[in-house]
């Protein structure tokens, strides 16, 4: 008998190959996004036609190609990411098969526009069903656009195969989410028939995850950090009110790549145990960093699954820290040790309504009546609906003189330290009949100050130690920041206009963010050059101190990532919460303590600062009695 057998010519076992990579175009996707990760870009933008059907583009700033490796990369086995099987334990780099421009190259018209830095003219390659149909050189920007046109032209039944347009563009806006989340410093845009479906800045992980599932996303997050030997753990699950039916965002990330983990999702799931029902998914986004050596990648084709060696370590490991995350955000089962069902606010105080005044009132005592009858001083602070205005300032501290304007006083002691109107704030609880105060007669607890620094406060049992500056660094940037995007202005006029000298691109970047500072309650009436006028601020910063907040404002935007419209909110109310707070060192009265706490709770995220340190800490009997035994 005759010999029969052949080797496949290339085009076949191309082809045959792409069977492997290439099932839809959002395949073909993903591989162009990898590559482009891979050459270090920072900047990619994907173009694509009928759901990738007609074209799929990627273009990106990286290395680019010389003319020879442009027309190696479409050999089989070609890659310049591994030299030997060794390199295959630590990879860490997307790609390393070298097959995937081979076999996209084996299905479809691919068109390649590539340049390396140092050259000074770049290639141009086209290629059909693996034949290279032209190459010339060309003049193109430095990095690399591939075109993958008319995908299957070649295989017609696999064409045929491909589902609704609407369909294979979700699948490639999953493959986008995926490379866009793993690598948030690097700069993503997408378009889909001519219009934009994603412009993602150069940001952090929580802007990324924000830009790219809308703004409500950011209230949404839990942050989960842990840093152990053999694996570190860092991400955000979605608190467990926002579990949702459908399986929803779930993201696993190892080593910056996207994984599908069935197990390691069972630890996350389970760590929300209690806290959801049944039929709800948690969401989560969790990248998870591990010795490379540590995990078999190559155990699946188009590189979705991971192998750990440490399996069973590392379930463990994500199950508690996600646990311990889901704890310290949730406040209820914190604070009430002994907590009933379904009680879930930290006080009892909460189901009840406000009480009357119940303290005298000297009606006619009233300085700021007349102002605050105009109604352009408010508190951003939360307050009960049945107050009135009127009675804001009863109490004021003797010796505040109220026909000077607030930024005049503040030579007087009571008001030196820069909280006079915080100050002010408290006092008005006196008369709106503070919730504290009941449950104080009721059952003779008492709030006190430590060190000035510390608010400890008695809990049913045990106690709770809230840090007075993050405290109020808290409650003033869910104001602010409440403020900025609803655009609500809360200012206070100033008699004499502050004239303040910044430098050219100081002004500059104020006037970028002066719509959101306007927001807050500034009011400029020039910028310019190298000035800045400003005939009002917000009623809860002294004149005094201005200076200070914008000058630290500017200096945090500088050190921020540019261009994000939520990061710049997020960090300008941060900012602004920080230079506004009320500092350690400041003794509080009792009304002021307890007004703190009060506001503490009504805020969103009570149980840590802005910049996510803890507010407080409890101490249950328990650990007491111990010390004692
Ligand atoms: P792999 O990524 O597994 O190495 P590919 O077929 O995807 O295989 O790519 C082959 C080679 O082509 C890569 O190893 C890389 O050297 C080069 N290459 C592909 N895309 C790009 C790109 N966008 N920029 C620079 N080089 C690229
Ligand atoms: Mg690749």
């Given at each position: 008998m005759a010999d029969i057998i052949q080797l496949l010519p290339d085009h076949v076992a191309n082809q045959i190959a792409a069977g492997e990579v290439v099932q839809r175009p959002a395949s073909v996707v993903k591989e162009l996004l990898e590559n482009a990760i891979d050459a270090k870009a920072t900047s990619i933008t994907l173009i694509i036609k009928d759901a990738g059907k007609t074209l799929v583009q990627v273009t990106d700033n990286g290395s680019g190609m010389s003319i020879t490796d442009a027309r190696l990369s479409f050999e089989r086995h070609a890659t310049s990411k591994i030299k030997s099987a060794e390199d295959l334990f630590n990879l860490h780099t997307k790609g390393f098969r070298g097959e995937a421009l081979a076999s996209i190259a084996a299905i479809a018209h691919v068109e390649l526009k590539t340049k390396t830095e140092n050259s000074e003219i770049g290639t141009h390659l086209t290629i059909e069903g693996s034949k290279v149909t032209s190459q010339d050189p060309a003049v193109v920007p430095k990095g690399t656009t591939i075109s993958v046109k008319n995908l299957f032209y070649n295989i017609p039944a696999r064409r045929n195969f491909l589902k609704?347009?609407?369909?294979?563009?979700?699948?490639?806006?999953?493959?986008?989410?995926?490379?866009?989340?793993?690598?948030?410093?690097?700069?993503?845009?997408?378009?889909?028939?001519?219009?934009?479906?994603?412009?993602?800045?150069?940001?952090?992980?929580?802007?990324?995850?924000?830009?790219?599932?809308?703004?409500?996303?950011?209230?949404?997050?839990?942050?989960?950090?842990?840093?152990?030997?053999?694996?570190?753990?860092?991400?955000?699950?979605?608190?467990?009110?926002?579990?949702?039916?459908?399986?929803?965002?779930?993201?696993?990330?190892?080593?910056?790549?996207?994984?599908?983990?069935?197990?390691?999702?069972?630890?996350?799931?389970?760590?929300?145990?209690?806290?959801?029902?049944?039929?709800?998914?948690?969401?989560?986004?969790?990248?998870?960093?591990?010795?490379?050596?540590?995990?078999?990648?190559?155990?699946?084709?188009?590189?979705?699954?991971?192998?750990?060696?440490?399996?069973?370590?590392?379930?463990?490991?994500?199950?508690?820290?996600?646990?311990?995350?889901?704890?310290?955000?949730?406040?209820?089962?914190?604070?009430d040790f002994e907590r009933d069902k379904g009680f879930d606010t930290p006080y009892e105080y909460s189901k009840k309504s406000p009480t009357a005044p119940s303290i005298e009132i000297d009606s006619d005592f009233n300085p700021f009546k007349e102002k605050a009858k105009q109604g352009n001083i408010k508190f951003p602070f939360k307050r009960e609906q049945n107050q009135s205005w009127e009675s804001l300032y009863v109490g004021l501290k003797d010796g505040f003189d109220a026909a000077k304007p607030l930024e005049d006083q503040t030579s007087n002691p009571s008001t030196s330290l820069g909280i006079n109107s915080f100050e002010m704030e408290f006092e008005s609880e006196e008369v709106t009949g503070n919730l504290f105060e009941n449950k104080e007669t009721e059952t003779g607890q008492v709030t006190f100050q430590l060190q000035n620094k510390y608010i400890v406060s008695p809990l049913k049992n045990g106690m709770m130690i809230v840090h007075q500056n993050l405290a109020h660094q808290r409650i003033l940037y869910e104001e602010l920041l409440k403020n900025i995007t609803v655009k609500e202005a809360v200012s206070q006029q100033l008699l004499f206009p502050l004239q303040l000298h910044f430098s050219k691109p100081d002004v500059e970047i104020i006037e970028k963010v002066r719509e959101q500072l306007e927001h807050t309650g500034f009011i400029f009436s020039e910028l310019k050059e190298e000035t800045v006028e400003i005939s009002g601020i917000p009623v809860l910063i002294l004149e005094s101190h201005v200076v200070n907040l914008l000058n630290q404002l500017v200096h945090d935007i500088k050190e921020d990532v540019p261009d994000s419209g939520f990061s710049q909110n997020d960090m300008l109310a941060k900012s602004m919460a920080a230079s506004m707070a009320i500092k350690t060192g400041v003794l509080l009265n009792r009304e002021e303590r307890e007004h703190l706490i009060n506001q503490l709770f009504a805020c969103k995220e009570p149980t840590v600062s802005p910049t996510n340190k803890p507010v407080f800490t409890t101490l249950e009997m328990s650990d007491l009695d111990k010390k004692f035994m």
């Open positions: 609704s347009n609407p369909v294979e563009t979700r699948h490639i806006i999953d493959e986008f989410h995926r490379v866009a989340l793993a690598h948030p410093s690097v700069a993503f845009q997408m378009l889909h028939n001519g219009s934009d479906v994603f412009n993602l800045p150069a940001s952090n992980s929580r802007q990324r995850i924000v830009n790219i599932f809308g703004s409500k996303t950011n209230e949404k997050l839990v942050p989960v950090s842990e840093e152990t030997e053999i694996i570190k753990i860092e991400g955000f699950v979605m608190k467990p009110e926002y579990s949702k039916k459908s399986r929803g965002e779930q993201f696993f990330f190892v080593n910056d790549r996207f994984i599908k983990s069935p197990y390691l999702h069972h630890a996350v799931s389970s760590a929300f145990e209690g806290l959801m029902k049944n039929d709800v998914h948690p969401g989560y986004f969790l990248f998870l960093e591990v010795d490379p050596h540590s995990i078999d990648i190559n155990i699946h084709p188009t590189k979705t699954e991971i192998k750990f060696d440490d399996e069973h370590a590392i379930y463990a490991m994500l199950r508690a820290t996600v646990k311990h995350s889901l704890g310290q955000f949730n406040i209820a089962p914190v604070l």
